[in-house]
Structures are given as C-alpha cells and as structure tokens.
C-alpha cells in the first residue's frame, strides 16, 4: 500500500496485490493486480513485473501495467542498501514511471511522467520489520508537467516520508 497524504486528502493511493514465481536464483517474475484509489477516477489494472537482485545488489523492480480502459504504463525502481550498523540502513532510490499514450482524465502525459528520488533510513528491529524515515524529490516531467502547470500546481514538490517496511 502506498499513498500520499496533503491538505487533508490523498493526493494518490494505490494497492498492489501480486504472486511471484522465480524465474533465476536471483530473480521473480510476479503478476497480479493494482487499484489506484486516488486520484480520481479510480482504476484497476493488471501487472506483470520483474523483480530481483541486480549485479553490485541492487533492487530493482520493473512492472508494466494495463487498465481496464486499456491504458498502458509502466514503471522502474531501483533501490541500494548501506549498512551503516548490523540494523541501521541508508538506502537511496528512485522511480520513473512511464504512460504509453495521455491519459487526460488523470493527468498523465504520454513518455516519461515522472520521475522520484528519495533517501530512507531504516532501522531494522528484524529484517521483516523496520520502521524507516526519508526524504522524497518527485517531478512531473513532458506533458505531465503541463498538465500539472495548467492546474496552477509546482511539477516539483519534496516531501518527507515515514513508514514500516513489513515483509514475509
């Protein structure tokens, strides 16, 4: 589950339900769904990812997404993790998502739409349970961007984050 909370309301909110299956000792291919709350209107779409364990351990994630209405996107992250402590963890990110043509109704250019950098530090309690605070850079990028300078809104904003990291 991920959302962003400003003013008041969510800003986006999206749930992803996914089965993985290892392709490689270092790699999963998952599929499932994901239901975007917010913005409105809401969509569900189904997934299909590749997750796993990059040369040099990286994490990296890359997941294409198709809605009901027949949109198409897709999305990369990657992650790092520093050990500064046997439980203490710095770990840089990023994301970039991409839209495969407009989606007007929700804002979305066609091409790279935005791109995130953030920075957490964790501290895990168990390797399955750690709470992590951070920072986020996120940008509106192409048409995006234009659509969010038409609402009269910053295609930039940074945001600080907090959460728990639960696996199992």
């Known amino acids: 589950i991920e959302y962003d ?26 599929a499932g769904i994901r239901h975007d ?10 997934v299909l990812a590749i997750q796993g364990l990059a040369p040099y351990w990286f994490d990296i ?3 294409l997404f198709v809605s009901g209405e027949g949109d198409v996107s ?10 500064l402590t046997q439980r203490l963890v710095v770990q840089p990110r990023t994301e970039l998502n991409f839209a495969v043509q407009s989606v007007d109704e929700l804002q979305i ?14 501290y895990e309690i168990k390797r399955q349970f750690a709470p992590y605070v951070g920072v986020n850079w996120k940008r509106s990028v192409g048409e995006t961007a234009d659509f969010v300078r038409a609402d009269g809104e910053n ?3 940074v945001s600080f984050v907090a959460g728990l990291r639960l696996w199992f």
């Open 109 to 122: 250019g066609s091409g790279l739409s935005t791109a995130e950098l953030g920075l957490r530090l964790r």
């Open 61 to 63: 994630e890359a997941s």
């Open 5 to 30: 909370f400003n003013s008041g309301t969510f800003e986006e909110a999206e749930l992803l339900a996914l089965w993985a299956r290892p392709i490689s000792r270092y790699f999963d291919l998952q």
């Open 155 to 157: 295609p930039g904003a």
């Open 37 to 46: 709350f917010e913005p409105d209107p809401t969509r569900t779409f189904g």
């Open 74 to 83: 897709a999305r990369f992250e990657a992650e790092y993790d520093f050990f």
